[in-house]
C-alpha cells in the first residue's frame, strides 16, 4: 500500500511538476530540496532531518512545511516503515514574490542571497488550496481509522549545532475544513462510478457538486490551473473506465483524444464544455466497450473484433486466435450476448461506421473500407438494417 500511495502521489503532483520522494535512511535523499541546503551546511543530511522530525509526526497527519527560506513541502508519515516519510516538494506558493528584505533580516549576505534568489526561481509554484486539498483527498483515502489532519509548521533559525538544524514550532491551524475535503473527496468518487457505469446522467449530477461554489477551490483558479485539473480528471476517468473493464487500446485513444483538446483549449467556457465532452465521452465508452458482464473468452472474442474492424473477420479466424473449437465460441457468444459472432461483428462495423459519417469527411467508400468492407452495396445493405436509413442520408 505505501508503495501504492507514493505512485500515486508521484503522478499527481507530476502534473504541477513537483517531485515526491521517499525518505528514510536507505534512500538517497541529498536533493529533496534541490540541493539548496549543501550550499550553506554541507554536513547536511534529509534523512536524519527525516528521522529526527518523524520522532514528534504522527499518523494520520500531512505537514505543510515552510522551510527557513520560504520554500514548502508537504510531509506524510507512512505506517510500514518506521521514520520514514513521503516528502511533496519543495514548491512556492502561487503569488508570492521573492522579498530580499526577508533573507537581509535572516542575516544573510548579498552573494549568499543571489545565489538563494537563483535556486528559488528554479522551484515550480502552486496555488495553496490546490496543492493541500489535492493531498488531503488522496491521503484521507488511505486514512481508514479515523480523519485525516492537516498542520501547519514553520521551521526555525538553523544554528551551528546540526540537531537543532531541523526543529519546528506548530503555527496555528488554519487549513480549511476537512469535512469540505472529505466531502469532495467522496462527490469525486460519485463521479468517477458513474462513470464506471457509463451513468451520463449521473456522472452529470455528482460533476456538478464538484463545481458548485462553497467547494469549488480547485475548480476557480486561472486558465492554467483549470487545465491542470482537466488533465488530472482525464486521468481519474481513464481509471475508471479501466476498471469496467474497457480494453486498454481504447482507453489510450480516448484520453490521448482528450489530452490533445485539453492542451488547446484557452477560455473557461471551452474548459467547461470540454469537461462535459469527457464526462460523457468516457460514459459512452463503458457502455460500447465494457466487457465486464461477459466471461473471459467472450471478452477476448469482443476485443477481438473492435480492435480488428477494418480486418477479415470470421467464427473460425476468431476462435483460432482465441485457440478454442468455433462451435464452442459459437454458442458461448451466442448466449451471453444475444447475438452471434457475425451479427456483431457486422453490427459493430456500422456503428463504428456511422460514427465516421457524422465527424470526418470521409467518402461513403472509404468508411465502408475502414470498417473492413469493400463491396458498397453490401455496405449499404447492412448499414440500413441497423441504422434504419442508407449511409448516404444518415451522413446528411
Not at 446522467?201 to 477551490?217: G, V, W
Request: proline letters at 2%; one cysteine or more.
Amino acid at each position: 500500500m505505501k508503495i501504492e500511495l507514493l505512485q500515486v502521489l508521484q503522478n499527481l503532483m507530476y502534473i504541477h511538476n513537483v517531485q515526491v520522494s521517499e525518505c528514510n535512511a536507505g534512500l538517497d535523499t541529498a536533493n529533496v530540496d534541490m540541493g539548496l541546503r549543501k550550499n550553506f551546511y554541507p554536513d547536511f543530511r534529509w534523512e536524519k532531518a527525516i528521522s529526527t522530525f518523524a520522532d514528534s509526526m504522527q499518523d494520520n497527519t500531512l505537514y505543510i512545511l515552510q522551510d527557513y527560506f520560504e520554500i514548502y513541502y508537504a510531509i506524510f508519515l507512512t505506517k510500514s516503515v518506521p521514520k520514514t516519510a513521503i516528502v511533496v516538494g519543495p514548491y512556492r506558493l502561487t503569488g508570492t514574490a521573492f522579498e530580499e528584505n526577508v533573507y537581509i533580516e535572516k542575516d544573510f549576505a548579498s552573494s549568499e542571497i543571489a545565489m538563494i534568489k537563483e535556486h528559488v526561481f528554479r522551484i515550480p509554484h502552486i496555488h495553496e488550496d490546490v496543492i493541500t486539498q489535492q493531498l488531503a483527498a488522496v491521503l484521507s483515502a488511505a486514512c481508514t481509522n479515523k480523519k485525516l489532519d492537516v498542520r501547519h509548521i514553520k521551521e526555525n533559525m538553523p544554528t551551528k549545532d546540526m540537531k537543532d538544524r531541523y526543529s519546528f514550532v506548530h503555527e496555528q491551524h488554519v487549513v480549511r475544513s476537512m469535512d469540505k475535503v472529505e466531502y469532495r473527496y467522496s462527490v469525486e468518487n460519485d463521479v468517477l462510478t458513474a462513470i464506471y457505469r457509463g451513468n451520463i446522467t449521473k456522472a452529470r449530477q455528482a460533476m456538478k457538486k464538484l463545481t458548485d461554489e462553497d467547494i469549488s477551490e480547485r475548480y476557480i483558479s486561472s486558465v492554467q490551473m483549470q487545465r491542470k485539473s482537466l488533465i488530472i480528471l482525464n486521468t481519474l476517468f481513464r481509471k475508471a473506465v479501466e476498471q469496467a473493464n474497457v480494453h486498454p487500446y481504447y482507453i489510450d485513444e480516448i484520453s490521448y483524444r482528450f489530452f490533445q483538446k485539453i492542451d488547446i483549449v484557452s477560455e473557461r467556457r471551452e474548459q467547461a464544455k470540454l469537461l462535459d465532452e469527457m464526462l460523457v465521452g468516457y460514459c459512452e465508452y463503458v457502455k460500447k466497450y465494457s466487457t465486464q458482464q461477459y466471461s473471459h473468452t467472450v471478452q477476448k472474442a469482443l476485443n477481438h473484433i473492435h480492435i480488428n474492424i477494418e480486418n477479415k473477420l470470421s467464427l473460425n479466424e476468431i476462435a483460432s486466435v482465441l485457440k478454442i473449437t468455433p462451435n464452442y465460441l459459437a454458442r458461448q457468444f451466442r448466449e451471453e450476448t444475444g447475438k452471434t459472432v457475425v451479427e456483431y461483428i457486422n453490427y459493430t462495423r456500422v456503428i463504428t461506421a456511422a460514427n465516421k459519417l457524422k465527424h470526418t469527411s470521409l467518402s461513403i467508400a472509404d468508411v465502408a473500407a475502414s470498417v473492413g468492407i469493400n463491396d458498397t452495396n453490401y455496405f449499404s445493405r447492412i448499414f440500413r438494417k441497423f441504422m434504419g436509413c442508407s449511409p448516404s442520408e444518415y451522413k446528411k
